[in-house]
C-alpha cells in the first residue's frame, strides 16, 4: 500500500540525548514536511523540503535538525537543544507546491 | 501572519443532525484550503482540498466551500454518524514561499452521540 510511514509510533527521550524520529513514503512524492503538534495548539511546521538535498526552517525549527538524501526519507532529529520536546510529531508529504498534503500517523515524543 | 481560526473549539449533536464546522483566515492571498480529520492519537486524514479559484468541494456526506474574500471556509457535514467523531482540522496554504506552508486552525471536536 503506498503512503507514509513513521517510526516509531512512541518514543521516550532522556534529558540531554539526541533522538531520531523516521519518516518514509512510497508515494514518490518530491516534498516532505515536518510537524509537531501540541494540545490546544494548531500543528506548527519544523522543517520542510522540496526536493533531495535541500531543505528549509520552518517556523519553529531551533533545537531539530534534518536530511533529505533519498526522495523517500525525511528524518528529523530532536537534539538536546530543544527545551521542550514532549510532543506529537506528524510528517506530510505532497506531490509539489500547492496540491494536496497527505499525513503519517505520527510519532509520540516524550520526555522521561 | 496567517491566523486560522476554527469556530467552535467542540461541537456535541445528535446522531442524523446537519452540522457545519467554521474556518476563518486573515490573509486571503491564499493558494488552496484543506480539511482534515484527525481521530485521537493518530496522524491526519485529509478529507477535502479546495483550491482558491474553486467556491466549493463535495466528497460523499462532505461538502467544503470558500470564500476567499471574506477569509472563510465551511464543512458541511450531512446526517452526522457517531462514526463521524473526530478533531477537524483546516489549513490554508499561501501563495508566497515554498512548499506546503500550511497554517493550521486549532480544530474543531466534534462528538456525535446516538
Known amino acids: 500500500d503506498g503512503g507514509i510511514t513513521q517510526s516509531p509510533k512512541y518514543l521516550f527521550r532522556k534529558e540531554g540525548q539526541n533522538v531520531t524520529l523516521s519518516c518514509e513514503q512510497n508515494l514518490n512524492h518530491d516534498a516532505m514536511y515536518w510537524y509537531r503538534q501540541d494540545p490546544g495548539q494548531g500543528l506548527r511546521l519544523i522543517y520542510y523540503?522540496?526536493?533531495?538535498?535541500?531543505?528549509q526552517k520552518g517556523d519553529i525549527a531551533e533545537g531539530y535538525s534534518v536530511s533529505r538524501e533519498k526522495k523517500e526519507s525525511f528524518p528529523l532529529t530532536v537534539t538536546s537543544a530543544q527545551k521542550n520536546p514532549t510532543a506529537f510529531y506528524l510528517c506530510a508529504s505532497s506531490p509539489a507546491r500547492g496540491t494536496e498534503a497527505f499525513f503519517g500517523q505520527g510519532t509520540r515524543l516524550t520526555v522521561v | 501572519k496567517q491566523e486560522v481560526t476554527q469556530i467552535p473549539a467542540a461541537l456535541s449533536v445528535p446522531e442524523g443532525e446537519n452540522l457545519v464546522l467554521n474556518c476563518s483566515f486573515t490573509?486571503?492571498?491564499?493558494?488552496?484550503l484543506q480539511w482534515f480529520r484527525q481521530d485521537p492519537g493518530k496522524g491526519l486524514t485529509s478529507l477535502l482540498l479546495?483550491?482558491?479559484?474553486?467556491r466549493e468541494q463535495t466528497s460523499g456526506r462532505l461538502n467544503a466551500s470558500l470564500d476567499k474574500s471574506s477569509g472563510r471556509s465551511t464543512l458541511y457535514i450531512a446526517a452526522s454518524q457517531p462514526g463521524d467523531s473526530a478533531t477537524y482540522l483546516c489549513a490554508v496554504n499561501m501563495v508566497t514561499g515554498g512548499g506546503n506552508k500550511l497554517t493550521f486552525g486549532t480544530g474543531t471536536q466534534l462528538k456525535v452521540e446516538l
Open positions: 479546495i483550491q482558491s479559484s474553486q
Open positions: 523540503s522540496q526536493i533531495v538535498n535541500d531543505f
Open positions: 490573509d486571503s492571498a491564499i493558494y488552496n
